[in-house]
């Protein structure tokens, strides 16, 4: 059995497994959507794989004994990806889940589907929104253009969202509470809109909305494949302990 060990990443977690795992033959996949990527501990494969298909035969010609899912929660797609290819290439999968954030006292939260009805959740009147959705999402709210966007993104959003007003800032997480207070209060914003993302680095502004009192338009998770899971990296290092030790590699 091969100690080989593919981490599908872009995630917090999935570096710090990937340095966490000495022994193992680790390589990272990153999907290549961020310009200028976190340095990671590990060698790096860059890009897609052409479906099921390209990650089956990947898989294989790789000779990888473990595919770890931990990819972000709302990456949907390479994650029934990999369910349906680790079982097509008999090879072990992992998913490494960070969960969710819980509703607590003096939280207001909207939760909604998806991006259309995040739209229609900020209602007609016009509002000073923060999204903080990253550069892929963003564009469906060219539909609600009487707003002012305040947007946040890793990389710069472009072509820049067909709106009369909105402001950009870049930026990459962890962000704390008192830095995301002083944010929302500067530019007087009256609603965000963001992913359920789980974890610590961006929980300051729910945390800064509670303070403020600013209501949180919360895009649900989507549905993922039913897969031997984890929530934490530690979790996950002890899964994979006894899977080698089951194993014999």
Not at 45 to 64: D, T
Not at 100 to 110: G, I, K, L, Q, T
Request: with cysteine; charged share 20%; net charge positive.
């Amino acid at each position: 059995m091969t100690r080989r060990i593919l981490i599908l990443g872009g995630t917090t977690e999935a570096r710090e497994l990937a340095g966490a795992l000495a022994g193992f033959d680790v390589t990272l996949s990153l999907a290549g959507r961020t310009a200028v990527p976190v340095r990671q501990p590990v060698p790096v494969r860059v890009g897609g794989f052409g479906g099921v298909a390209g990650l089956v035969e990947h898989l294989r010609s790789e000779g990888v004994g473990l595919l770890v899912d931990a990819t972000h929660p709302y990456a949907a797609t390479i994650s029934a990806h990999a369910a349906e290819a680790a079982a097509i290439a008999g090879v072990a999968l992992l998913a490494l889940r960070r969960p969710a954030w819980r509703r607590v006292e003096r939280d207001d939260w909207m939760e909604v589907p998806d991006g259309t009805a995040a739209v229609a959740a900020l209602g007609k009147a016009s509002r000073r929104v923060f999204l903080a959705l990253g550069r892929q999402e963003v564009a469906g709210f060219v539909a609600a253009p009487q707003h002012d966007y305040l947007i946040r993104s890793v990389d710069p959003i472009e072509p820049k969202l067909g709106v009369p007003r909105a402001a950009y800032l870049l930026g990459r997480g962890p962000f704390d509470v008192a830095e995301e207070r002083a944010m929302l209060e500067t530019h007087r914003i009256e609603r965000i809109v963001c992913k359920n993302s789980g974890g610590a680095a961006t929980y300051g502004k729910i945390a800064a909305a509670r303070e403020l009192g600013i209501r949180v338009v919360m895009l649900a998770r989507p549905v993922l494949p039913e897969v031997p899971s984890v929530g934490s990296v530690a979790e996950a290092c002890a899964w994979i302990g006894h899977w080698a030790a089951r194993r014999g590699v």
